[in-house]
């Protein structure tokens, strides 16, 4: 418990020295604001017994209340941070960091902002966040959903496809590629040429060189969904050179995140341990996020909104 607090503090400290406010939303919501906003996650969703004919679930993050809550009470702008429990009927394992309630530490953005500034601090807050926590040995994953459509509208598959090969893509820091594309083959419908095809630019990692390798290859010249994805990466990357935080940064076009609201840039953040005196990490993912433009409007009103970093601890 003590621990735990420490850990919180630096965090809460991390949020507010960024101009953020704490605001809470209840434990459980309507389960129809939930069940379309997670895809083939939202399985893992709690329902609770009728309550008198209302169906209502336990929260799955603190993301989709919050977003709720900006809908409902039309804040135009705000900076906003939530350290709350949230809930999944997932498979326990310790091992791995994954458990039925656990404590989620959520920062978001919602306004207008100039294009990849608050993707760009949301990354340099993990970063802070993971060096006062003396995590020294750690890199930020940062790829966009643009790039990962254009990849597969590349390849000719139609866009109902994307979420569904995107999960699978989702599970390459947990399986081989091999695994992975017999999922896609066999699960997914992908012939075997695309398969191949998707993995020759999801297993590739770098930073703004890979980016502008990208932009300049013949068949993801043809997709404006993978060029926006990546000038929008060249940006976020030169504006981590400004806060000094690229060397921990690395972009990754296998990154996929599975939460299906993401609409933009998507990052995460991974302990690596030390290779230097051969300490293999105990834990892999420790934060993740991304922009989600359209979760608001999906809900309530129309406008455009940039959410971005959810620490899991």
């Known amino acids: 418990m003590a621990i735990r607090e420490e850990v919180f503090e630096v965090i809460k400290g991390t949020f507010k020295r960024h101009g953020a406010v704490t605001?809470?939303?209840?434990?459980?919501?309507?389960?129809?604001?939930?069940?379309?906003?997670?895809?083939?996650?939202?399985k893992l969703i709690y329902d609770l017994a009728d309550q008198g004919g209302e169906q209502l679930s336990l929260r799955y993050d603190l993301t989709v209340p919050f977003a709720r809550y900006v809908a409902m009470n039309k804040v135009r702008q705000i900076k906003r941070y939530h350290i709350d429990r949230v809930y999944r009927r997932d498979q326990p394992a310790m091992t791995k960091g994954r458990y039925r309630e656990f404590y989620?530490?959520?920062?978001?953005?919602?306004?207008?902002?100039?294009s990849m500034i608050p993707d760009a601090e949301c990354v340099?807050?993990?970063?802070?966040?993971?060096?006062?926590?003396?995590?020294?040995?750690?890199?930020?994953?940062?790829?966009?959903?643009?790039?990962?459509?254009?990849?597969?509208?590349?390849?000719?598959?139609?866009?109902?496809?994307?979420?569904?090969?995107?999960?699978?893509?989702?599970?390459?820091?947990?399986?081989?590629?091999e695994d992975v594309r017999k999922e896609m083959i066999e699960n997914k419908g992908l012939d075997e040429d695309k398969a191949d095809l998707i993995g020759r630019y999801v297993n590739q990692r770098g930073g703004r060189e890979l980016v502008e390798s990208l932009m300049a290859d013949s068949l993801l010249k043809t997709q404006k969904s993978a060029q926006e994805g990546l000038e929008e990466m060249q940006l976020l990357l030169q504006y981590c050179g400004h806060y000094g935080v690229l060397d921990k940064v690395s972009f990754d076009p296998g990154l996929a995140r599975g939460l299906d609201y993401y609409t933009g840039p998507?990052?995460?953040?991974?302990?690596?341990?030390?290779?230097?005196?051969?300490?293999?990490?105990?834990?892999?993912?420790?934060?993740?996020?991304?922009?989600?433009?359209?979760?608001?409007?999906s809900m309530y009103w129309g406008q455009h909104w940039h959410r971005e970093t959810l620490l899991n601890y």
């Not at 209840?26 to 083939?40: D, I, R, S």
């Not at 989620?104 to 100039?114: K, P, T, V």
């Not at 060096?131 to 000719?156: H, P, Q, T, W, Y």
């Not at 990052?267 to 993912?285: D, Q």
């Open 104 to 114: 989620q530490c959520d920062f978001d953005i919602a306004g207008e902002y100039d």
């Open 124 to 177: 340099r807050i993990v970063y802070e966040i993971l060096m006062g926590l003396k995590l020294e040995n750690f890199v930020v994953k940062v790829n966009n959903r643009k790039l990962l459509d254009g990849i597969f509208a590349s390849c000719g598959e139609p866009e109902e496809k994307f979420r569904s090969i995107s999960s699978a893509v989702d599970k390459l820091d947990k399986m081989k590629w």
């Open 266 to 297: 998507i990052f995460e953040a991974v302990l690596t341990g030390n290779p230097e005196e051969g300490e293999e990490p105990s834990v892999g993912s420790v934060a993740g996020g991304g922009r989600y433009d359209n979760l608001v409007g």
């Open 23 to 42: 605001i809470s939303t209840p434990v459980f919501e309507l389960k129809e604001t939930l069940m379309v906003k997670y895809g083939e996650d939202s």
